[in-house]
Every structure is written in C-alpha cells, then in structure tokens.
Nanobody, 122 residues
Framework: QVQLVESGGGAVEAGGSLRLSCVAS?????MAWFRQAPGKEREGVAV???????FYKESVKGRFLASRDNAKNTLNLEMNRLKPEDTARYYC???????????????????WGQGTQVTVSS
C-alpha cells in the first residue's frame, strides 16, 4: 500500500507564498493536491499524471505551480499570491490511471495523506 507524507503549509498573509511537498512510498500514475475548507467539499487544486501533464483548478491558475518528479515519487505545490479563500487543509492524493487523472472525482484516488493546514489572513 502506497503511503503519502506531506510537509509544508502554515500561516501567511494575503499575497504571500507557501510550498507544499508530498512524498509517496511508491508510484501511482495520478498524483494530486486537493483541499478542503470547513463546511465545504474537498476540491481538486492540481493534478499531475505520470506523463507530465498537469492541470489546475481555474482559480489557482497563474498563482500555483505543481511539479512532479517520477523518479522520487514527489509532487510539490508552489503557492504564490495567496488569498484568504485559499485557506483550507490541503491533501496529497494518489491513484491509478483510469483513462485520465480526475480533478473532481475524490474516490478515484486510493491513497491520501494526512493533510496540512494552509491559513491565509487578509
């Protein structure tokens, strides 16, 4: 069973930057960062396939940059120009190839990290 270990996160003021890192104990075709704010559903932020294709949630495009290293089984997320609405618990997820790597189907991902909190103050 693949395990995911996340690091990074923290508290910053609006406009600041944070970096999240996720290390997997094994390989999975799809890796992703999801986030969940209190009272809201878990949502995809960035999805990275083993083929190198990366997709982003519309509201983070141009501000967040995901990078995947297949040799190291890592998925990092550079978050810039953070906004209060980015405040959430961020989760790393990994799952098998099912024709595509989903941004919306939470149950397509079979392994989840423990999550790391990101808090952006205005």
């Amino acid at each position: 069973q693949v395990q995911l270990v996340e690091s990074g996160g923290g508290a910053v003021e609006a406009g600041g930057s944070l970096r999240l890192s996720c290390v997997a104990s094994g390989s999975r075709y799809c890796m992703a960062w999801f986030r969940q704010a209190p009272g809201k559903e878990r949502e995809g932020v960035a999805v990275a396939g083993e083929d190198g294709r990366i997709f982003y949630k519309e509201s983070v495009k141009g501000r967040f940059l995901a990078s995947r290293d297949n040799a190291k089984n890592t998925l990092n997320l550079e978050m810039n120009r953070l906004k209060p609405e980015d405040t959430a618990r961020y989760y790393c997820a990994a799952g098998p190839w099912r024709g595509y790597c989903s941004m919306t189907q939470v149950d397509a991902y079979t392994t989840w990290g423990q999550g790391t909190q990101v808090t952006v103050s205005s």
